[in-house]
Structure formats: C-alpha cells, structure tokens
C-alpha cells in the first residue's frame, strides 16, 4: 500500500455501521431520548403570517393566560446579541424587532410546563403587522430591484465574447431547477439544562456543535467556555443542521437559564419545515458556443438563487454552484456569474454538495442542448469535452490533474451495455405508442474541501486506558453515514487491534474545541487524520518505552494484530499499556489535521479550492407514459470513485442513498409558496420524497476498485457524502430523451426540474404542438 504503514483488516473492508443494530431495533438514543429531569419545560415557536411587514406590536395576553405557559421569550429578552447569522452579517435575528422578513418568521417563543401546551398556547398571540410588498420568486425579486443578500463571485478565463462569437453554432437557454427540504427523519431538536453561574449544557442535533457553542454564547452575552454541546447522533442532517440548529439551541437556552429549569423544543413537522432553510433554487441563464463535432467554444452564463431574507450560507452555496458549472468539461472561454437573491422567504441554506448540484446540472443542460442541435448521442458530446492534458484548467483555474473519467465511463459503458440499450431505446421509441423510453449515461466530477479554507482543520482526542481499552472522541458528528465507524476502524488499524477495544464518545465541546461543521464530505478526511494524529503520538511514545525497558532499537518494536513484538518477544497490548503506564508514559493524545496545499482568492477568483477531485458516472433508463406524463425508473447503473475505500459497504450505502435522494430533488420533490409567501408543501402529505417503490428496478452499484487518491487522504481514500447526489441527474436526461422522442428527438426538451408528471406531461404536449 503506497505510503501508508501494513494493515491489519480493520480499514478497506466491510464493517457495520457501529450503531446499526440500534437504528433498526430502536435502541439507539437521540436526543428526544434523553431522560427529562424533573421540572423540565418545553418551547413552542410562534410564527408570523405575513410574508413582509413592519412589527407594530405583540399581544401575548392571551399566550399567557393559557394553562400551563410559564412565560413567553421576545427579542426583549435577549441579554447578548440578537443575531444567529454563521457570517456574523447581522442580518439572521432570533426574532425580529421591527420587520417581518418570511411568511413564517419566527416572532416569540412560548415556554409551557408540557409540549402539548406550548403548541395550543402559541396560536393565541395576535400580531400587528402593517403589511408592505413583498418578493417571493427570483424574477418577482428582480423585479422589484431586491439587492443581492450577499457579493456575487464572477469566475471568468480566456475571451468569452470573441469565442462566442466565433463559435459556429450558438445556444442560449434558460433553466430552472426547484429548491429541496431536508426531510431529515429526526427534526430538529435542543435540549438545554441550565449549570451554575452562567454555566449551561445543550444537547442537540447538529452538524455545527462550535457554531452552536458560538451563538448561545453571542445571544447570551457570555463566555464560549461556559457553554457545553454535546451530539451523540443525528436522524439524518443534509445540511439541514448546519447553521439551521441555531435558533433552536438558542431559545432552549435563553429559557432555561430565564427560568432556571432544563427546557426542550421540539417543534413538528408542518413548523420545522416552514420555519427552516431549504436547498436554493436557482435560474440558469447561458450563452454557449460550439462547433459541428460539438466541442465546446465559449459559456457565459449566470446563476441566479433564490436566498431567502437573509444571507446564511448563500455566499459560498452560490460560489460553490459556479465551481461546479463545468463538471467534467473543459471551457476554453468561459465566464460564470452568481446572482445570490434576496427574498420574502425562509432563508435558504446548505445541502447534500452545496450549490454543486445546481452548477452540475447547468453543464448537463449545455452538453444537452449541443446533442440535440447535433443530432448526436449525448454521451459522444460528453466525451468530446471531458478534461484532458492541455485542456486542464477549470474556471477558477485550478487545474485537473487526475482525471480518471474516461476509465470510469469507458468500464460503466461495457458493464451497463450502453450502447445496445441505447439502440433497443431508439428502436422501442420509433415504433410509436404510448410509453416512451429513454437512457443516459453521465458524469460526475466533484472536489472536495471547504471552499471557506479555514475550515480545513480538525481536531481528536484518544486516551488509552491501563487495560488496554481505547477511549476516542473527534469533532466530528454521526449523523448515520458511519463516520464514527470509519475513525475508529483507522485507530485500530493504527494499534493493530480489534475495533471493539475502541470506545467512540459523544462529540461535545468540551473534548475538542473550535470543530468545522460535519460538512463538506469532509467527516472523515479530517476526523480520522486527526484521530490518527493522536493514535501516532501515542505510539511513539510506546514505541520509545518498549524499546528503552527492552534494550532494544526503536525499528525493532512493531505493532502487530493485538500485540507489540519488541525485539524477538511478543507481548500483548494490554500488557504493554499496563507496564507503561506503570513507568508513567503519558496515553492520552490530542490529534489535529489541516488540508494541505489548498488557498482561494475570491477577488480574483483564482486558487486551488480543492484538495481533490471525486468521480463517478451513472446510466439510468426510465419509461414515461406520454397521456399522463408519470414515469418509472427501470435501471440504474453506478460506478463511482471513492479511492482506497475505509468501508465498502459504508460507502455503497452513500452512494445508493445519495443518488435516491438526488433523483428526489430532481423528479418528485416540488417546494410551493403561495402568492401571499406561505408554504404550502410543509408536512410529508404534500411534498414528497422517493418511496421504496420509486427505487429503480433494477439497482447496480459498484465502486471503482482500482481507484487510489492520488493526494495523501486518509488511508487514500475520498470522500463520498455529497459526490454520488449528483449521480442522479441521468434520470433527468433519461426523461428528456423519452420526452424528445415524440418530437423524433429534433428538439431539446428543456426539462425543468423537478421533473414532475406534470411538467413531463406538459413538456410532451409542448413537442407534440398541443
């Protein structure tokens, strides 16, 4: 194994996720499972019901006569700083002082002996609101001359308007592609229980503890060192606790130190999902230029997002949609713009790839259109395109180094026998009928870190005890994709011993300071390098003491399958860290890890983002009925890039997860505001998500075995969180081929996303002249 120590099973293989028997019998504890001390109270938010206005006055006489409230908080209550924007912009209030921003703004919070009276108690307010105009879409904000909600980035390389120009053929296109709720099976959730002094501990369900950590200090007006986060796991997170869980831990906060009593919130479904941000829908704008053999010229094009009041993460979701407008494509002339949009609506947010989906698709769509201008096999156009030497360099002029594609797509073509589907597709299609086929084979070029470099960092904590038990603790969160197991696989695999000798703790604050957010795809890529960190000093200093009691060289102390052989002797691990710590050898370690050779300037809009690039490529073939425009996914075909993998089966779980979820966002996930800003998808009756009989029929997934990160990863290993999300978009090529048949594919369909029935219907009726 190229630059890495010899292993003795516990990385590269198969283990189950260290909490799966718990997730299905029920046993694992979340954090509405901890038990409530006596006294606990629980908090209800109440929202406001104008979409835009200025706040006259709260009448909460009646909230407080209700039975069982204790008392209600208001941005009158707040000691500290009214503010829980991620940025410090100042523009993300608790609750508003004297403009209502969204249709759903949270105004106050009820605090009641029982949830049940909380709930009933937070309708009785009435707010006075004086009405002003507001902007719910992108184009009504335009309209309206709302500014930006944060600075746009341009990514601009080579002469776009000669290009242009020049190009033989020219496309300009419009796309929009819908936004996409979180749907986390666990919603939302902190429980506070108030310590001495200023003293307060919150559990909760976040992938951002510091950040929680930082903003209850902020609110509150204290020291950050008073405040304890603790996350022992999370029903699933996509972003949707990032910085969302902020507003939660603070009101569970700012009530239980009021009342010096522990307080939960747990708000519903119907609240959580009106009251949170979601994934951004954008507006795609471009302006392409190619020539007969479908080779790109020039792209200027223009991302616009729908941001919501406030700035969130806008900022680098919007960046990171232009840092992934290329795909796998190389732009010889190339100028990408955002538009991050403010609005009357709930601010949006991070989700599964941060804006990269957005960009993603708008490289599809441009390889699309060249395809049916052409009268080619888009994936021949794919092809003509892809990065290779001499045509390296991305937009941000970072440049391409290991591009693994053509293999990929070349073992994808043979395995999912593309290239006759495609014909029996063509052939099934020029028969007429009603049911109408499609296939489509594409890629997936990902990088991975975040872009805020700062971020790049991580810190571990390891103690081993006297018996030879391993205690380990990361910043880090488990929010079921298995990165507790992955960092634990790598210590043991460090200690050459069994992973059930390893312990993994809660990640809380008060073990590993100043955590980046379980984010990015990024868990384990830092995480375990800094868990690995620690378990190195710690075997150093083994190593050292074995050597010195033994009389021998330190080369001759190797660490094998649960014992150390010090010179011609082997003895057991146990029995090593017993004598050690016997000779008071310190076994406890603090680990950390920072992404080498990453740096972004945003201003000139040139660096190196990425530390890497992930991969993968997917075919889908579906089937649409063309009176009614519902489909069916009847197979998939995955081959995805996640080099040297720690876990297999972990990451065929994400791959397969990742691209369902992606074919959500993109067919049946529809978000709908109403003309006065209310969200009317806001409970599972009416936004709906992949059931288990939308799954594609036929299922193969497998990753590329021969793959090896060519940067020094952990174990050279990539990160597969976000990368297989974007997977999903062949089904969304697929329809568009089944739609364009029934104009003998002379048209490109233009499918906007989600690709509803409805929109599917409407797209062939549009072909057909209807």
């Known amino acids: 194994m190229k630059g890495d120590a010899a292993i003795s099973g516990a990385v590269h293989r198969d283990r189950p996720h260290d909490s799966a028997e718990k997730h299905v019998t029920g046993r694992a504890d979340y954090t509405d499972d901890i038990p409530e001390p006596l006294g606990t109270l629980h908090a209800c938010l109440g929202l406001a019901e104008v979409a835009h206005g200025r706040l006259i006055g ?29 940025n410090g912009t100042g523009d993300d209030p608790v609750f508003p002082v004297e403009t209502v921003a969204f249709h759903g703004q949270p105004l106050f919070a009820v605090i009641a002996e029982t949830r049940e009276a909380a709930r009933r108690a937070a309708v009785l307010a009435r707010a006075q609101i004086d009405p002003l105009p507001h902007a719910i879409t992108i184009e009504q904000a335009l309209a309206a001359g709302y500014p930006d909600v944060t600075a746009p980035l341009v990514l601009e390389r080579g002469a776009v308007g000669p290009a242009l120009a020049a190009a033989p053929h020219r496309i300009t296109g419009r796309m929009t592609v819908g936004g996409q709720d979180h749907m986390y099976l666990e919603g939302q959730i902190a429980f506070a229980i108030p310590g001495e002094d200023d003293e307060v501990t919150v559990h909760a369900s976040t992938q951002h503890p510091t950040e929680v950590q930082q903003m209850v200090a902020q609110v509150l007006g204290i020291p950050a060192n008073a405040v304890v986060v603790n996350v022992r796991r999370m029903g699933g997170g996509f972003g949707g606790k990032e910085t969302q869980m902020n507003l939660f831990c603070v ?63 806008s900022g680098p979701v919007t960046d990171r949609a232009l840092f992934h407008a290329d795909n796998a494509y190389f732009y010889p002339a190339v100028r990408l713009r955002s538009r991050p949009i403010r609005t009357n609506t709930v601010s949006n947010t991070a989700f599964r ?80 009928g009603i049911i109408r086929r499609g296939i489509a084979l594409t890629p997936v070029k ?72 379980t984010a990015a795809s990024s868990g384990s890529d830092l995480n375990a390098m800094a868990a690995l960190d620690a378990a190195e000093q710690i075997k150093a200093r083994l190593v050292a003491f074995a050597a010195e009691s033994r009389g021998v060289d330190p080369a001759d102390v190797v660490f094998a399958p649960n014992e150390v052989r010090i010179g011609a002797a082997a003895v057991p691990f146990d029995r090593l860290v017993h004598d050690a710590y016997m000779a008071r050898i310190h076994l406890s370690a603090a680990g950390f890890y920072r992404t080498p050779d990453i740096h972004w300037d945003r201003a000139a809009g040139k660096g190196r983002p990425f530390y890497y690039f992930a991969y993968g490529a997917s075919c889908s073939e579906v089937s649409i009925d063309t009176l009614t425009g519902e489909y069916r996914v009847e197979r998939v075909d995955i081959l995805h ?113 989600p690709a509803t029935p409805e929109r599917v219907l409407m797209a062939v009726e549009r072909l057909r002249g209807g």
């Open 58 to 86: 709260l009448d909460l006489s009646a909230v407080l006569a209700a039975p069982g409230v204790v008392g209600v908080l208001t941005a009158a209550d707040i000691p500290g700083r009214n503010d829980i924007s991620p």
């Open 251 to 313: 009101i569970a906060v700012l009530a239980a130190k009021r009342w010096n009593r522990p307080v939960k919130i747990r708000p519903d479904r119907d609240q959580d999902m009106i009251a949170t941000g979601k994934r951004h829908d954008v507006v795609i704008d471009y302006d392409l230029g190619f020539d007969a053999d479908g080779v790109i010229h020039g792209v200027d094009a223009t991302i616009a997002a729908r941001c919501g009041f406030s700035a969130d993460l």
């Open 353 to 432: 790839g941060f804006g990269g989906p957005q960009g993603m698709i708008a490289a599809e769509r441009m390889i699309e259109e060249i395809a049916y201008a052409l009268g080619r096999d888009p994936l021949e156009i794919r092809k003509a395109n892809f990065y290779r030497e001499g045509r390296d360099l991305t937009p941000y002029h970072q440049r391409v180094e290991d591009m693994i594609l053509p293999r990929l797509v070349a073992e994808l073509e043979d395995s999912a026998e593309y290239a006759a589907r495609r014909e029996a597709v063509l052939a099934h299609n020029a028969q007429g």
């Open 446 to 517: 990902f990088g991975i870190s975040f872009t805020a470099t700062w971020y790049n960092q991580a810190g571990a904590l390891i103690h081993v005890y006297k018996d030879g038990s391993i205690h380990l603790n990361h910043g880090g969160t488990e929010m079921g994709q298995g990165l507790n197991t992955k960092v634990a696989q790598v210590v043991a695999d460090a200690f050459q011993v069994d992973i059930e000798r390893i312990r993994i703790t809660k990640t809380t604050t008060e073990k590993v300071p100043n955590t980046s957010a």
């Open 641 to 753: 890039d996640a080099g040297r993998s720690l876990n297999p089966a972990l990451d065929l779980g994400q791959v397969e997860g990742g691209f369902v979820q992606g074919m959500g966002w993109l067919t049946t996930e529809e978000l709908w505001w109403d003309d006065h800003g209310r969200l009317r998808t806001h409970a599972p009756s009416t936004y709906k998500i992949p059931l288990a009989s939308d799954i594609p029929r036929v299922f193969n997934v497998r990753l590329a075995d021969w793959s090896e990160n060519r940067e020094m990863t952990i174990k050279r290993s990539k990160a597969v969180g976000e990368p297989p999300f974007m997977l999903a978009i062949s089904v969304l090529e697929a329809l568009s081929m089944a739609v364009a048949s029934v104009a003998d594919y002379r048209e490109c369909p233009r499918l906007d996303a």
